[in-house]
């Protein structure tokens, strides 16, 4: 990996004031928000969260917003969107739970995910859910012996794999034949003999599409909503329930630089995407937007336990690693690291900042250019209020970090 320049964060809501590192809106001093620092921290900042999400919901203005809270279930955070408007996507019975006790409805929920138990299809329908997003024959199959056997009818949408290629990272791409997600056209004929020999159980709302997450580029998108419009247009022909065009999350941000405004024009071009392709389209649009809304709004705070010097490195060593932040190791990303106080007089130098797992992809940073730290002293990781406690583990028995919410 090539030396990375240290970060100079210039944004408001992550800046330096005399050497003291700021977050959030309006700006918390972290080494104050932090307190006496005993255990790994997730800082997040529910007004920079919030202030994303009503961003979004102006520029896709008359879509509804569910809230794929894989991304991160904190349910702070959770309570913050649904006062802001925010409907959720749910991925399993947790996220179902989770999602109840933050207040939502099971109007509110959309519940996606390849894998729906029979357990959690008999919760999901007996709740009444807005819709399931249903991924595969056999799953439309379960879903309709389920709704029959509580007397129940379930409102499903079918998640459609267009096959279309996003340029993302192979692990986070969703829409293409190899990827386990979605239905295939092809297979649409069958799926319709199944919802007509069901009508009691199943009725079917709509279609659904998500082609992967870190979206940064949108002529996947637009192809995909091309392909798409037709086969809603011609479901909605022979089911007249079918009334919902979810065009699923993934809209990327920028992690290597901080430029929240060029991830304000990708939204603006990603909603003119959807609106030129989905202009007059009868029914309502739903997107399950994540990372977008809460990545930058959230901080994690590590310290420095070692400086180890071998003949080929030198090593920050953090109490925080891979089971807290599993982003690098998975997918070899790139957080920025800043030093919670900066000091006078200390030199710039190259460091792999690693955490105490054993394993060596338990990385933060490789090579990365950072002033010199010591022993004792705390590091923010940016960009960690997406995919990083919702992802976070208990491997070699370690702590989880605690959550402080600022703002709200
Ligand atoms: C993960 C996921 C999302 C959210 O993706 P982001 O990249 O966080 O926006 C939305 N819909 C589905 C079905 C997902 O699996």
Redesign the pocket.
């Known amino acids: 990996m090539e030396m990375q320049v240290a970060p100079a964060p210039q944004e408001k809501f992550l800046e330096y004031r005399n050497g003291d590192l700021f977050f959030g809106t309006p700006g918390r001093k972290v080494a104050e928000v932090v307190g006496e620092y005993r255990q790994p921290i997730y800082v997040y900042d529910l007004n920079f969260i919030g202030e994303r999400f009503r961003r979004m919901q102006t520029a896709l203005k008359g879509a509804e917003l569910y809230y794929?809270m894989?991304?991160n279930p904190n349910r702070d955070i959770l309570a913050h969107l649904r006062r802001q408007g925010a409907r959720a996507?749910v991925?399993s019975r947790g996220e179902i739970r989770a999602a109840l006790q933050a207040g939502f409805s099971p109007r509110d929920l959309v519940y996606?995910g390849v894998g729906k138990t029979i357990a959690e299809l008999e919760e999901a329908v007996g709740l009444g859910l807005h819709q399931i997003n249903v991924e595969s024959l056999p799953e439309l199959e379960r879903i309709a012996e389920v709704a029959g056997r509580l007397g129940k009818k379930a409102s499903v949408a079918l998640r459609l794999n267009p096959n279309i290629d996003i340029k993302t990272h192979p692990y986070i791409a969703t829409g293409l034949h190899e990827n386990k997600f979605g239905i295939e056209l092809e297979l649409l004929p069958r799926m319709e003999e199944v919802l007509r020999k069901n009508t009691a159980a199943l009725e079917l709302v709509g279609i659904s599409l998500?082609l992967g997450?870190?979206m940064l580029e949108f002529d996947g998108f637009r192809q995909a909503l091309r392909l798409l419009r037709p086969v809603y247009e011609g479901l909605r022909a022979r089911f007249p329930t079918v009334a919902r065009f979810d065009i699923?999350?993934?809209?990327g941000i920028i992690y290597d630089r901080v430029a929240v405004d060029e991830e304000h024009e990708s939204l603006e071009r990603y909603a003119r995407i959807v609106r030129e392709e989905l202009a007059g389209l009868p029914g309502q649009i739903q997107t399950?937007?994540?990372?977008?809304i809460v990545a930058h709004g959230g901080l994690l705070i590590a310290q420095v336990q070692y400086i180890k010097q071998t003949s080929h490195k030198t090593f920050v060593i953090v109490d925080s690693g891979m089971n807290h932040l599993v982003r690098p190791a998975f997918y070899g990303s790139h957080h920025a690291i800043l030093p919670v106080r900066l000091f006078a007089g200390r030199a710039e130098g190259s460091y792999d900042v690693v955490g105490p797992i054993c394993e060596s992809s338990d990385f933060f940073a490789k090579n990365r250019a950072l002033p010199e730290t010591r022993a004792g002293e705390l590091l923010a990781i940016a960009d960690c209020g997406?995919y990083a406690a919702s992802m976070a583990s208990t491997y070699n028995l370690q702590d989880l970090p605690r959550e402080i919410c600022i703002g709200g």
């Open positions: 794929a894989k991304a996507d991925v996606s998500h997450s870190m699923g999350g993934g809209l399950e937007p994540g990372r977008w997406a």
